[in-house]
T-cell receptor
């Protein structure tokens, strides 16, 4: 069974600074996807960034980037130029690749990291 | 706005009761997933339907059941409710493309008193 671990329950960062959130996972699968979701106080789950395990290049989405270390089973999220709107809970999630168009696997989430961006 | 809708937004009920949560996926999405978010268990997968058929099951209690209808909307039925069932229930749907993304609805907040 796959597990996802986020070892930092809470973190804080000053506005405009950079912060890194940690995530490790355990799996015997070779084909899978990793995601970071953001959950602001509104409780909406928002996809921040995704990474395919077969890609060596780290994914980047504007101020958000990941450091994907497949051998170490590590998937950290770096937020650059932090903004007040980045204040949220962040979840790391694992998805096993499933054959078939439109049929994704279930998401397995870590426990989440609450990030507070301070002015 | 993800395009996934869930009703109701909030639900308050008593122990022993039964409730139904409704989800409409994004247009064209065939898969629907249900997740439960609680303080004790975190975010966990309950069940998945694909084009009307059950595809995967997670840690879903026997008191809970779900179905997906021909128009692809889904309902999650929770019965014999207990205090511990109080949680935020999310529905998500997935694209038919290759990006393997799941799009989440706004959730239904269930409070069992």
């Amino acid at each position: 069974a796959q597990t996802v671990t986020q070892s930092q329950p809470e973190m804080s960062v000053q506005e405009a600074e950079t912060v890194t959130l940690s995530c490790t996972y355990d799996t015997s699968e070779n084909n899978y996807y990793l995601f970071w979701y953001k959950q602001p106080p509104s409780r909406q789950m928002i996809l921040v960034i995704r990474q395919e395990a077969y890609k060596q290049q780290n994914a980047t989405e504007n101020r958000f980037s990941v450091n994907f270390q497949k051998a170490a089973k590590s998937f950290s999220l770096k937020i650059s130029d932090s903004q007040l709107g980045d204040t949220a809970m962040y979840f790391c999630a694992f998805m096993k690749w499933v054959m078939g168009s439109g049929n994704t696997g279930k998401l397995i989430f870590g426990q989440g990291t609450t990030l507070q961006v301070k002015p | 706005d993800s395009g996934v809708t869930q009703t109701p937004k909030h639900l308050i009920t008593a122990t022993g009761q039964r409730v139904t949560l409704r989800c409409s996926p994004r247009s064209g999405d065939l898969s629907v997933y249900w997740y439960q978010q609680s303080l004790d268990q975190g975010l966990q997968f309950l069940i998945q339907y694909y084009n009307g058929e059950e595809r995967a099951k997670g840690n879903i209690l026997e008191r809970f059941s779900a179905q997906q209808f021909p128009d692809l909307h889904s309902e999650l039925n929770l019965s014999s409710l207990e205090l511990g069932d109080s949680a935020l229930y999310f529905c998500a749907s997935s694209s038919t493309g290759v990006r393997n993304e799941q799009f989440f609805g706004p959730g239904t907040r269930l409070t069992v008193l």
